[in-house]
């Protein structure tokens, strides 16, 4: 198991934090993923260009996996994206850019403070 692959598993998974989750490099190669995460190159680039210009997500919206999620919060290091009783999580540091699920049986609260956790472990790193 690479160190992405830990990173994602001890900090979002494991800890049912999220439902599913990813870290993408700048690039769109998939660094660690849980079983079941989909995303087609296309998105990929669509939301890396959300974080250049991230009130775009509240007009467009965020798509993965075929679905749009309505933006409920966008900056340049966070997207938070919600659909029914799911959400979407994506937070980016400098290299990578981490996504999860969340449903109703997650705490939404606990979710985000992970995510960005993760998020903020990866840029003191100075990834």
Do not use: H
């Not at 992405?4 to 998939?30: K, W």
């Not at 993965?64 to 309505?70: A, K, L, Q, S, Y």
């Not at 985000?112 to 790193?125: F, H, Y």
């Amino acid at each position: 198991m690479n160190s992405f692959q830990v990173l994602l598993e001890e900090n979002l998974i494991l800890n049912n934090s999220v439902n599913e989750g990813a870290i993408y490099d700048e690039n769109g190669e998939v660094k660690a993923s849980s079983k079941g995460w989909i995303l087609k190159d296309r998105e990929f680039l669509l939301i890396k260009n959300l974080f250049k210009q991230p009130s775009d997500a509240f007009s467009d919206g965020i798509m993965v996996d075929g679905e749009v999620f309505n933006c409920i919060q966008a900056d340049d290091k966070s997207i938070y994206g919600k659909i029914g009783d799911r959400g979407l999580l994506l937070s980016k540091s400098r290299n990578y850019i981490t996504m999860a699920y969340y449903n109703e049986s997650n705490k939404v609260d606990v979710a985000k403070l992970n995510v960005e956790r993760l998020s903020d472990a990866l840029r003191g790193k100075g990834l």
